[in-house]
């Protein structure tokens, strides 16, 4: 097909286009949204996981908690592994993500905490906090259907802070 056929055929189209349009067969709101995007804002925590990081604010007020964390933002490939085995490790951590972090005045990250509900895996979770321990950071689990009391988060949290310190030390 030669470039003239192309071209008459691109402007038949841009006709035929035009007067749907002009008729009201096509919207140019509806264009608009086809064309945009397919994403919407969301909110970063179920209404459990709320209510318990409220729980987690009123037991370590002292202490940072981010919510949702990417587990690339607290970990890092030791190095050594080269190209392929940096990139394989980092491709093992890099889409997970961490319930709540705990993290000191300088954001230094103490422990996880994760809030298990009846989605979560054992093994997968064993794995995700092996990665995680072999950095030296404590996962503390909570189950969804039974939530500890601020008093007894506290005590966990604080314990877990304790040893991650006597590691450091």
């Known amino acids: ?3 003239t056929k192309i071209a008459i055929g691109l402007v038949f189209g841009l006709i035929a286009f035009v007067c749907l349009v002009k008729a009201g067969v096509i919207k140019i709101e509806d264009l608009r949204a086809f064309m945009a995007p397919p994403y919407q804002a969301c909110t ?3 209404d459990n996981e709320i209510h318990f990081a409220g729980l987690l604010r009123q037991a370590v007020p002292e202490y940072q908690v981010l919510p949702q964390v990417s587990f690339g933002a607290f ?3 030791k190095s050594g592994l080269g190209p392929s085995g940096s990139t394989t490790a980092f491709n093992k951590i890099s889409s997970k993500r961490a319930d709540f972090v705990v993290c000191d005045h300088r954001y230094r990250v103490l422990c996880i905490v994760e809030l298990d509900d009846r989605t979560h895996d054992p093994d997968k979770d064993a794995k995700r906090d092996s990665y995680t321990a072999a950095a030296g ?3 503390l689990r909570f189950q969804s259907r039974s939530k500890p009391s601020v008093e007894a988060l506290r005590r966990a949290i604080t314990d877990a ?3 991650a310190k006597l590691k450091r030390a």
């Open 1 to 3: 097909m030669d470039t």
């Open 44 to 46: 970063i925590l179920t």
């Open 75 to 77: 970990l890092r490939v």
């Open 137 to 139: 950071l404590q996962t």
């Open 161 to 163: 802070v304790e040893r």
